[in-house]
């Protein structure tokens, strides 16, 4: 949801920002623009739309200089207008600003700028102008006086052609981080338009402002008061955020996944112990028996995964878990003590209903713990331990490899736990015997690429999907439904199988489909016999099926085969076809597949 990135340096900044732009479009947006600064005077353009069109507005050698500022909006206060896409100016195009996040009190700020025409509809430009007021010759003094009367949040850069050599920016509930490199410095909403560049960065915390020359940066707080950060190297690089030949970032990063799964286990398994190290915990053995009760927080796909996360807790270690999604657990008087583990989890780390829960099981004095991709990111600081999941950028919308790790990380856990509790050495030991064989298995799925897709091309004709799963595979079923949903735009609803006779199955004709996941484990007579209702019914059924099971394959019109797995790890093969099925359904009914309508990557909102 809007990206920011600004560079003061000696290169020309156009470029840089362009590029920079277009590395921040899976953010989601639907406008963008550049303010580059030259010779005492700020030039800016912008665009409605894709950056392909901001581009084609700016000729050969149009907007020189060294220090720019630039932002991908999507719109809040006011419609998809030129006149809204930031950058915003004001003092007569002497002050340009970029913004991310809601100014709360922008209509009192407008009422105190009396005199002031306005040249849009939104709250940033009220902010821009809220600046300018306040500015007598130090633009940081006059965006730390602003500020200090904002209510909102806010990470945005300013520049004023007062400061040739000053970029300042400023960050309040919106993610800011600083690149470093050699006398040049890179702001930007997150690391990734910055990788080419350096892996050196700074993240801002709520309430700092950073002013930034081309050799120095001084960050202070509200009260001017300067505050002392430490630089951290990005292990991503460039080239894990670019297509590698893929046509779109959504298969490529399914792809990704035999590969990344290693990372996230990697160094984390102790064989002979047969038991998980998981460091991020930084809880004592004694600490983790204290543990009576374990609640999951997360969103969307994170949410998902967690669910699977339940099942293995619940199995391993007898250990009572519930999954919450975020902005309900936030309003709902969730019961928390201090023997509550609550792990939070997510992809960007910068989800606002994640964050706005975190902080309320902390508040309730529960022991929080982040399960997070994105090195540095707001979650990852706020809860101060945890696991990364090392799925390296994931800049699909639709969320695949995050999903992967973040079952293996939960899994780890629960072993972990397990191992305190119920789990024997042996059990420990097979668990992770059979979590090494993943990224193998996983590419005897990948392998059948093209049989999937075939299956999906056929199968994009139908507008409305159950998805049909028991056990570890209800969380599955979830997840193959939402990418589904996400990626093609097909209906698609996701129900346990022994559900759909309570009411869901009244839907199922000949004009349905169904996909159920019937792998061989303790459920699969049960789930068999759901999936041979919605045959009766009339429902066009595919299954996700053990490979070798004729028995299974007979009942349906079509099947997937996935290698066989221990029942708790299933959801990390079983997932993988689905996501397959939704990207060829979607590719087939021609949708935007790396970037869904109305959705975000990062949703910084409430
Ligand atoms: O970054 P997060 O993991 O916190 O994001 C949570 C959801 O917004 C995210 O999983 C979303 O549901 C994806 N679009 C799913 O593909």
Not at 21 to 35: P, Q
Not at 149 to 165: E, F, K, N, R, S
């Amino acid at each position: 949801m809007c990206g920011i990135i600004g560079y003061i340096g000696n290169q020309q900044a156009l470029p840089i920002l362009l590029q920079g732009l277009r590395d921040l479009e899976y953010r989601g947006y639907d406008s963008a623009g550049i303010a580059v600064m030259d010779n005492g005077k700020l030039q800016r353009v912008r665009a409605v739309g894709k950056i392909d069109n901001l581009a084609r507005k700016i000729k050969n050698d149009d907007y020189p200089g060294t220090l720019g500022i630039s932002h991908t909006r999507w719109a809040t206060h006011g419609g998809v207008t030129e006149e809204n896409a930031h950058p915003h100016f004001a003092m007569n195009g002497k002050l340009a600003l970029v913004h991310n996040g809601i100014i709360e009190n922008y209509r009192e700020l407008k009422e105190k700028l009396k005199g002031v025409k306005f040249n849009s509809e939104t709250d940033s430009e009220v902010l821009a102008h809220f600046i300018g007021s306040y500015y007598t010759g130090d633009l940081v003094a006059a965006v730390r006086a602003a500020l200090s009367l904002v209510c909102g949040t806010y990470g945005l850069l300013a520049v004023h052609t007062d400061h040739p050599d000053e970029m300042v920016a400023a960050r309040l509930g919106s993610p800011l981080v600083l690149g470093i490199g050699e006398n040049e410095y890179y702001a930007a909403s997150d690391v990734t338009p910055m990788l080419a560049y350096t892996k050196r960065v700074t993240f801002l915390d709520d309430g700092e402002i950073a002013e930034i020359k081309r050799d120095s940066v001084r960050i202070s707080n509200l009260h001017d008061q300067a505050i002392k950060k430490s630089v951290q190297e990005i292990s991503w690089n460039k080239q894990q955020a670019e297509k590698q030949g893929f046509e779109h970032f959504t298969l490529k990063e399914i792809f990704d996944q035999p590969v990344v799964f290693e990372d996230a286990i990697r160094g984390r398994i102790d064989m002979p112990a047969g038991t998980a190290k998981l460091g991020g915990l930084d809880l004592s053995e004694d600490q983790m028996r204290q543990i009576s009760r374990i609640v999951i927080v997360a969103c969307g796909t994170a949410f998902n995964a967690g669910m699977v996360g339940k099942y293995a807790f619940e199995r391993l270690a007898g250990i009572p878990t519930e999954v919450d999604v975020s902005s309900e657990f936030s309003y709902r008087d969730p019961i928390i003590d201090d023997h509550t583990l609550v792990f939070a989890i997510s992809q960007s780390g910068e989800t606002a209903d994640t964050l706005m829960a975190l902080r309320e099981a902390k508040r309730k004095g529960a022991v929080v713990r982040g399960i997070v991709n994105s090195v540095g990111s707001t979650i990852a600081r706020e809860v101060g331990a945890g696991t990364y999941i090392h799925a390296g950028p994931e800049l699909a919308v639709a969320s695949t490899k995050a999903f992967t790790n973040m079952v293996a990380i939960l899994l780890l856990y629960a072993i972990q736990f397990g191992r305190l509790h119920n789990t024997s050495l042996a059990t420990g030991q097979r668990l992770l015997k059979a979590l090494l064989e993943i990224p193998q298995k996983i590419n005897q799925v990948l392998k059948q690429v093209e049989q999937i897709k075939i299956k999906a091309q056929k199968y994009s004709k139908y507008k409305n999907f159950f998805y049909l799963g028991r056990g570890v595979n209800y969380p599955v079923a979830l997840e193959g439904s939402l990418k589904l949903k996400e990626l093609s735009y097909i209906h698609s609803e996701a129900y346990p199988g022994g559900e759909m006779k309570h009411g869901p199955g009244a839907l199922i004709s000949k004009d349905f489909a169904v996909l159920g996941i019937v792998t061989k484990n303790q459920l699969y007579d049960k789930m068999k016999s759901n999936i041979a209702e919605a045959v009766t019914r009339g429902a066009r059924v595919i299954i996700v099926a053990t490979e070798g099971d004729k028995v299974a394959s007979e009942i349906a019109d079509d099947v997937i085969f996935v290698p066989k797995t221990m029942e708790l790890l299933e959801p990390l093969l079983n997932t993988i076809p689905l996501q397959l099925f939704a990207y060829y359904a979607a590719v087939e009914l021609g949708t935007d597949v790396d970037r869904p309508r109305n959705l975000a990557k990062s949703v910084t909102v409430e």
